[in-house]
């Protein structure tokens, strides 16, 4: 096999690094492929995207419909919430109506979590500020609600807010199907025989991870951001599942109908045609 640099883009969080521990740890045989780790939060590496920088990365599924041009999601590596996901949080218990009229820090305007927030509430005012300091801003007042990803979805009851909505099951009542929210995107530069081999490496990485996940559950434990490994767990188990290993009819279809619905609300320019690699 040639001998190839690849760039791997993901995100700073536990459910990343333990799909990817088997190739960040050489636990599995790259066929000569090397693949350099490019970690930045989801806001980032989706604006990488749209200037096609990395050969893989982990993207938004909001952020997908911008790229379609130059990248295909790969079949592993969704992060799906299958009645969860996202949550918006305030100091105080408020209502739907009354969170519509505040601001909302969010943590990206190319998130599949501000796409699925603008889906329930409609229009409403929002701060963009870094998933890990939302919490911050939020106890601080400098914003009245908060749209949490990753592992605040786990730990905010500890630091006293209250769960205004879970935009996952918001989505489960509205559709019957799990929220897609972030998936794994492949250059198509690369070429169909080069694009097969990555995805088989990835699809390992993932299933290594869920055979030896006391393991990989410690490794991620580094980019929890402080969380025991109980709650580490946890969270992993929330998004890397069946879906993770390859979206299915059901994760596919939960796709193409948030894109489809994005597009019908006027959030997406265009109707998006769905590429699997």
């Known amino acids: 096999m040639d001998k190839r640099e690849i760039t791997l883009g993901h995100s700073p969080d536990p459910d990343d690094a333990f799909m990817f521990y088997a190739l960040a740890t050489d636990q599995i045989d790259t066929e000569g492929l090397t693949f350099r780790h490019v970690i930045e939060d989801i806001e980032t590496l989706n604006r990488r995207a749209m200037n096609a920088e990395l050969d893989i990365t982990a993207i938004s599924i909001h952020a ?11 079949t592993s590596g969704a992060s799906m919430g299958d009645n969860y996901g996202p949550l918006v949080i305030a ?30 509430l ?9 998933f890990d300091e939302i919490m911050d801003a939020v106890a601080r007042g400098e914003v009245s609600a908060g749209l949490l990803i990753h ?9 006293g807010f209250h769960k205004v909505i879970d935009l996952g099951e918001w989505w489960m009542a509205e559709t019957g199907l799990p929220l897609p929210l972030g998936g794994n995107a492949i250059k ?47 969270f992993v188990g929330m998004y890397v599942n069946d879906y993770t290993i390859d979206y ?17 609300a ?12």
């Open 122 to 130: 409609g229009e409403v005012e929002t701060k963009v500020i870094p």
């Open 188 to 234: 198509k530069s690369l070429g169909p025989e080069l694009i097969a081999r990555i995805s088989r490496l990835l699809r390992e990485s993932i299933e290594y991870g869920l055979q030896h996940r006391q393991v990989a559950v410690r490794h991620s434990m580094k980019y929890g951001r402080g969380m025991e490994e109980s709650l580490t767990d946890q």
């Open 266 to 277: 006027g959030i997406i320019p265009s109707p998006v045609e769905l590429e699997f690699a």
């Open 248 to 264: 299915g009819e059901r994760g596919r279809e939960a796709v193409r109908l948030l894109l489809e619905r994005a597009h019908q």
């Open 151 to 159: 592992e605040g979805q786990l730990t905010y009851k500890a630091r």
């Open 64 to 74: 997908y419909a911008y790229v379609l041009d130059q990248y295909a999601l790969l």
């Open 91 to 120: 100091r105080e218990p408020l209502s739907i109506d009354e969170v519509r009229r505040t601001t909302i820090a969010i943590p990206g305007e190319m998130t599949s979590a501000y796409l699925t927030l603008r889906l329930c």
